[in-house]
């Protein structure tokens, strides 16, 4: 029985390493040319493999359920955590009540998420699992003989018996679909993190954040991390900030000019001096670089006829919107199988 997934983030790999308990042919295909899709780390000048996605432990539905992942995580993926001290702040979880959320600790994964990447690829090496980078799905048909999926990729055509896709897969840009039947549209947006780290050690905060979801001392930002927690920038206080609707725009008009300003309302907020300081008139060093890449939305009617696309092609989609969401609802089979 051949089984093919489509995608290399952790949720798609965990997925894979599932699987490979009870069968043995098992293709993952990735588009881009590594693994880890939204997760993927990048470099900020010498420092390798920062984390500009910034993702944080966060509970699903309960405290019990987030405990069993997050003891999943290390026990059985073999990853250290990282206790979030001081803890997020600013945290909308729609999914727990308050009580169940007063309960949570926040964890990060020491190493981010090329730690998890890292460690799941192994697991998955060991279990024979092949990765082809470079690697679209662009057809799916179902044969009238053996009732098999003839999966047409952008290198070659493959007999499959289950197909397994991810959650934000680009259907506009990966299948042909005709019209007539339904149209998916996936709204695709643009996500800007700026990294910046300041060079004048006087200036350098005693304030200290780790996570803030929704960030409110900047115009121009609607997140703000501090990448010192992912264990790859002990010597280096980086800052990792998410670009708003008004950053944005100003980045297509003034780029030089958003970052100082971005950096000016950092030291303003969290300045450990009694005193306002002007930091406008004070010649602040840093250094930044900006990461750009593309996010999926779907409103309730795109996810429905992703659904309805899925079922006709009688392939599985997995949820793959939350790590610790998909652990949670597997933690049995992940429990039982994935350590081994």
């Known amino acids: 029985m051949k089984i093919i997934l489509i995608g290399t983030?952790?949720?798609?790999?965990?997925?894979?390493?599932?699987?490979?308990?009870?069968h043995k042919d098992i293709e993952i295909h990735e588009k881009k040319n590594f693994i880890g899709g939204s997760w993927k780390t990048s470099?900020?000048?010498?420092?390798?493999?920062?984390?500009t996605g910034t993702h944080i432990l966060a509970p699903w539905k309960s405290s019990k359920l987030y405990n069993k992942s997050i003891s999943f995580l290390k026990k059985r993926l073999n990853l250290k955590l990282n206790k979030l001290t001081p803890p997020p702040v600013r945290i909308i979880n729609k999914n727990i009540s308050k009580k169940e959320l007063n309960k949570i600790k926040y964890y990060y994964i020491k190493g981010g998420s090329h730690q998890i990447l890292k460690n799941i690829y192994e697991k998955l090496r060991k279990n024979?699992?092949?990765?082809?980078?470079?690697?679209?799905?662009?057809?799916?048909?179902?044969?009238?003989i053996d009732k098999k999926k003839i999966v047409f990729l952008n290198k070659k055509k493959i007999y499959a018996s289950k197909v397994y896709l991810p959650y934000f897969i680009d259907i506009k840009n990966n299948f042909k679909l005709k019209k007539k039947i339904f149209n998916t549209k996936s709204e695709i947006r643009n996500s800007f993190h700026v990294v910046i780290e300041i060079l004048n050690k006087q200036f350098f905060y005693k304030k200290n954040f780790s996570y803030i979801q929704v960030a409110k001392f900047s115009r121009f930002i609607d997140r703000a991390s501090n990448?010192?927690?992912?264990?790859?920038?002990?010597?280096?206080?980086?800052?990792?900030f998410r670009l708003n609707y008004s950053g944005k725009r100003e980045l297509k008009l003034n780029k030089k000019k958003l970052i100082k300003e971005?950096?000016?309302?950092f030291l303003n907020y969290f300045?450990?001096?009694?005193?306002?300081?002007?930091?406008?008139?004070?010649?602040?060093?840093?250094?930044?670089?900006?990461?750009?890449?593309?996010?999926?939305?779907?409103?309730?009617?795109n996810i429905e006829n992703l659904k309805k696309f899925t079922k006709q092609n009688k392939c599985n989609l997995v949820d793959t919107r939350e790590l610790i969401q998909y652990i949670s609802k597997n933690i049995s089979l992940l429990e039982k199988n994935v350590w081994k």
């Open 9 to 22: 983030s952790p949720v798609m790999l965990l997925q894979a390493l599932i699987l490979s308990q009870k």
């Open 262 to 265: 971005i950096v000016i309302d």
């Open 271 to 301: 300045s450990h001096t009694k005193h306002k300081t002007d930091f406008k008139s004070k010649k602040i060093k840093f250094r930044y670089k900006i990461f750009t890449y593309k996010t999926f939305y779907r409103t309730k009617k």
């Open 128 to 144: 024979k699992v092949k990765i082809f980078f470079g690697s679209y799905i662009k057809k799916i048909i179902i044969s009238k």
């Open 43 to 51: 470099n900020f000048y010498r420092i390798k493999n920062i984390e």
């Open 227 to 240: 990448l010192k927690f992912t264990g790859l920038t002990k010597k280096n206080n980086l800052l990792c």
